[in-house]
Nanobody, 126 residues
Framework: QVQLVESGGGLVQAGGSLRLSCVAS????????MAWFRQAPGKEREFVAA????????YYADSVKGRFTISRDNAESTVYLQMNSLKSEDTAVYYC???????????????????WGQGTQVTVSS
C-alpha cells in the first residue's frame, strides 16, 4: 500500500515562504516521477510542479515559475516544494502525487498519477 504524507502547510503573509514536504512509503520511491497539484476553493485541481524520477528534470506551471522549486531526496523518499514570494492566489490545498508507471517522464495531467496524499492547506494572507 503506497502512502504519501504531506506536511509544511500553514498561514503565511503575502511575500513570504513555505516549504512543503511529502514522504512516501510502501514502494520504492526512486524510479517514479512525483508532482504537486493544488486545489483552491471553488476551482478544479491544477498542476503546480513535477520532478523526474532521477530528479534532474523539473516542470512548472506558468503561474509559479520562478517562485516555486520542486526537488526530491530519493534516499529519504521525500519530495519538496519550496514556495517563495507567495501570493494570495496561491491559497489552496496542496497535494503530493506519485506516478503510476515507473521510469516514465513526468506529466502535468492528473490521470498519470495513481497515488495521492491527503493534502496540506496553504493560506496566504494579503
Amino acid at each position: 500500500q503506497v502512502q504519501l504524507v504531506e506536511s509544511g502547510g500553514g498561514l503565511v503573509q503575502a511575500g513570504g515562504s513555505l516549504r512543503l514536504s511529502c514522504v512516501a512509503s510502501g514502494r520504492t520511491f526512486s524510479g517514479y516521477a512525483m508532482a504537486w497539484f493544488r486545489q483552491a476553493p471553488g476551482k478544479e485541481r491544477e498542476f503546480v510542479a513535477a520532478v523526474s524520477w532521477v530528479g534532474r528534470s523539473t516542470y512548472y506551471a506558468d503561474s509559479v515559475k520562478g517562485r516555486f522549486t520542486i526537488s526530491r531526496d530519493n534516499a529519504e523518499s521525500t519530495v519538496y516544494l519550496q514556495m517563495n514570494s507567495l501570493k494570495s492566489e496561491d491559497t489552496a490545498v496542496y497535494y503530493c502525487a506519485g506516478m503510476t508507471s515507473r521510469y516514465s517522464s513526468p506529466s502535468i495531467g492528473e490521470a498519470s498519477y495513481g497515488y495521492w496524499g491527503q493534502g496540506t492547506q496553504v493560506t496566504v494572507s494579503s
